[in-house]
């Protein structure tokens, strides 16, 4: 899954400049998804800025949206700041609205993806879905936050 990743960024452009460049982006796209469905986090982040970046539709930016998600799923680091930034300013791959209070989820998963690398979070849309789904009760904890994320199961104390 990482060589497909690797090949698949490596001919994401749309034309050829050889000897040193070749581009073929039906290719790459194919590529990355299959490493992608293979949970390859890095595929997530590559394919998913690429199809923000050749977005024409709402539903091409929904596409792009959903496969950066699944990257922070995935524990990408760099998927969740992607996510960050595009809440924090409003950019198109979000609907142009700012949501400043996904941004704050996604950077503090963020923050501890670059810590935890090992990190996956297979309950993340319990804590964080997608819009137009509403964002469910948070404290402000962060590892409020990433437990509920994870699945982790916190003891009962007696």
Known sequence: MESQAFIGNKLRGNHDEPPSFWGNWPVARTMMECSLAQGFGPAAYDLGAMLDAHAETSNDYRHALEVLHEGVRLGHQESANYLF???????PIVGRA???????????ISERLRLDHHLK???LDRVLPLPPASLP???SDPDTLIDAANGARIPSRP
């Open 121 to 123: 979070l297979p309950n």
């Open 137 to 139: 009760h948070w404290n």
């Open 98 to 108: 700012k949501d400043p209070f996904r941004a704050r989820r996604y950077k503090a």
């Open 85 to 91: 930034a595009s809440f924090h300013g409003g950019d």
